[in-house]
């Protein structure tokens, strides 16, 4: 009985952990689209613009698939490995935090202005825009996030391990390190080779 409530205290505990990250992202995407509709008259035509030109340039030319999945490689494993090295330092935490408010930023102002411009069929365009890639990227990000902040806390711990402690202490975060990036890689590789094709066939009519 012991063991089920201690299993249970712990289950508890890692909800609230995403639970945070989850309303960080809300928040942000709640901003997001305050943002946009207050200052859409700024920007609207520039992105009207730049949004047609995407859409020609998804009709005609070619994509190649490697060059685009070593180019999003290279920019999530900025991203990814940021957040580890971070982790170690006092900025850790609030770095996470604010890349969960700033991601939810974004993508509130980004739908905000498709609905704009496209009104309902902005639901269909933003999903095929995230689609296949996000649903590995979700999880992937999530469980970095919780991972770095339980590393942020062990790493961190007011004086009480040592340095040669805190650096033993870190293989233990090593499989999962591995593990995560390993899907983040397939991530990488849907929003190459299998994303292009159902954004193309969404938007080019």
Same mark, same amino acid.
């Given at each position: 009985?012991?063991?089920?409530?201690?299993?249970?205290?712990?289950?508890?505990?890692?909800?609230?952990?995403?639970?945070?990250?989850?309303?960080?992202?809300?928040?942000?995407?709640?901003?997001?689209?305050?943002?946009?509709?207050?200052?859409?008259?700024?920007?609207?035509?520039?992105?009207?613009?730049?949004?047609?030109?995407?859409?020609?340039? *998804?009709?005609?030319?070619?994509? #190649?698939? +490697?060059?685009?999945?070593?180019?999003?490689?290279?920019?999530? /494993?900025?991203? =990814? !490995?940021?957040?580890?090295?971070?982790?170690?330092?006092?900025?850790?935490?609030?770095?996470?935090?604010?890349?969960?408010?700033?991601?939810?930023?974004?993508?509130?102002?980004?739908?905000?202005?498709?609905?704009?411009?496209?009104?309902?069929?902005?639901?269909?365009?933003?999903?095929?825009?995230?689609?296949?890639?996000?649903?590995?990227?979700?999880?992937?990000?999530?469980?970095?996030?919780?991972?770095?902040?339980? *590393?942020?806390?062990?790493?961190? #711990?007011? +004086?009480?391990?040592?340095?040669?402690?805190?650096?033993?202490? /870190?293989?233990? =975060? !090593?499989?999962?390190?591995?593990?995560?990036?390993?899907?983040?890689?397939?991530?990488?590789?849907?929003?190459?080779?299998?994303?292009?094709?159902?954004?193309?066939?969404?938007?080019?009519?």
């Amino acid at each position: 009985m012991v063991k089920r409530i201690i299993s249970l205290s712990k289950l508890t505990h890692g909800m609230k952990r995403y639970n945070v990250f989850a309303a960080l992202l809300f928040l942000g995407i709640v901003v997001g689209v305050l943002f946009s509709n207050l200052f859409q008259q700024s920007y609207y035509a520039s992105w009207e613009k730049w949004s047609g030109q995407f859409t020609n340039a *998804l009709a005609t030319m070619p994509i #190649n698939g +490697g060059e685009l999945f070593i180019y999003i490689v290279v920019e999530k /494993l900025k991203i =990814y !490995l940021l957040l580890w090295v971070l982790a170690t330092t006092v900025v850790g935490n609030p770095y996470i935090y604010t890349y969960c408010t700033y991601k939810g930023f974004t993508m509130g102002f980004w739908f905000c202005l498709l609905m704009q411009e496209r009104g309902m069929r902005a639901f269909l365009v933003f999903g095929s825009y995230h689609f296949p890639q996000c649903l590995v990227y979700i999880p992937v990000f999530f469980l970095t996030f919780a991972a770095c902040k339980d *590393l942020n806390r062990q790493w961190g #711990n007011e +004086g009480q391990v040592g340095t040669w402690a805190r650096i033993k202490g /870190l293989r233990s =975060y !090593l499989v999962m390190f591995a593990a995560l990036l390993a899907l983040l890689l397939f991530g990488c590789m849907l929003e190459a080779y299998v994303n292009p094709g159902i954004l193309k066939g969404t938007l080019v009519k």
